[in-house]
């Protein structure tokens, strides 16, 4: 499943040992996500990735309804 971004919100960055740095980066609203239900790199409940940027990141299932849309396929498309 798609699902794009709605709002800006505030996510923490992960080191290259999937470790947090207590610094923050903001996903930007507009932006589209690939959900992965086989991948885990943090425990978070959902992981998305976004192929545009090659990022991913792991949130709430309350973060991914509070912040995301699912796209649907027919409009994503290019379809009414």
Same mark, same amino acid.
């Given at each position: 499943?798609k699902?794009?971004? +709605? +709002? =800006? ?5 992960y #080191? @290259?040992? #999937?470790?947090?740095?207590? *610094?923050? &980066?903001?996903? +930007?609203?507009?932006t589209?996500w690939?959900? #992965? =239900? !086989?991948a ?9 990735? !976004? @192929? @545009?940027?090659? @990022? ?8 991914? &309804?509070?912040?995301?849309e699912? %796209? !649907?396929?027919h %409009? *994503? +498309?290019g379809?009414?």
């Amino acid at each position: 499943m798609k699902y794009r971004c +709605k +709002k =800006d919100f505030p996510i923490e960055i992960y #080191d @290259e040992h #999937d470790m947090p740095t207590m *610094e923050y &980066r903001d996903i +930007k609203s507009g932006t589209v996500w690939t959900r #992965d =239900d !086989n991948a885990d790199y943090i425990g978070g409940e959902v992981h998305l990735d !976004n @192929e @545009e940027t090659m @990022e991913w990141i792991e949130i709430s299932h309350e973060t991914l &309804r509070e912040y995301f849309e699912e %796209l !649907n396929w027919h %409009l *994503e +498309k290019g379809g009414q």
